[in-house]
Nanobody, 128 residues
Framework: QVQLVESGGGLVQAGGSLRLSCAAS????????MGWFRQAPGKEREFVAA????????YYADSVKGRFTISRDNARNTVYLQMDSLKPEDTAVYYC?????????????????????WGQGTQVTVSS
């Protein structure tokens, strides 16, 4: 069983920054890609960013490209999401998730159905 625990959410003004963390339990963290998704009130969950199991490649939704950076520290079983130049439309609950495909090195990271473990979410609110 894998547990994912997010932290780092909060209230920030537009243009500000936050860094989300996601700590994972288990000994196979570095064998799987990790992703961040978000869900705003009344909207469906959407892909934000993902990072390959090796950490060598990362992928972003167009809406956050150039503003958000995903990274991972396999020694700490932790994945991060650095969010800069935040906008009110970034307001959502942010979830980290584990890509269920062992050692996946393809190019498709945006489908929620490929992720098998999810955190409980952390609220990010950006005021205008």
């Amino acid at each position: 069983q894998v547990q994912l625990v997010e932290s780092g959410g909060g209230l920030v003004q537009a243009g500000g920054s936050l860094r989300l963390s996601c700590a994972a339990s288990g000994r196979t963290f570095n064998n799987y890609g990790m992703g961040w998704f978000r869900q705003a009130p009344g909207k469906e969950r959407e892909f934000v960013a993902a990072i390959r199991w090796s950490g060598g490649m990362s992928y972003y939704a167009d809406s956050v490209k150039g503003r958000f950076t995903i990274s991972r520290d396999n020694a700490r079983n932790t994945v991060y999401l650095q969010m800069d130049s935040l906008k009110p439309e970034d307001t959502a609950v942010y979830y980290c998730a584990r890509d269920g495909r062992l050692f996946y090195s393809g190019l498709q990271y945006g489908l929620a159905g490929e992720y098998d473990y999810w955190g409980q979410g952390t609220q990010v609110t950006v005021s205008s």
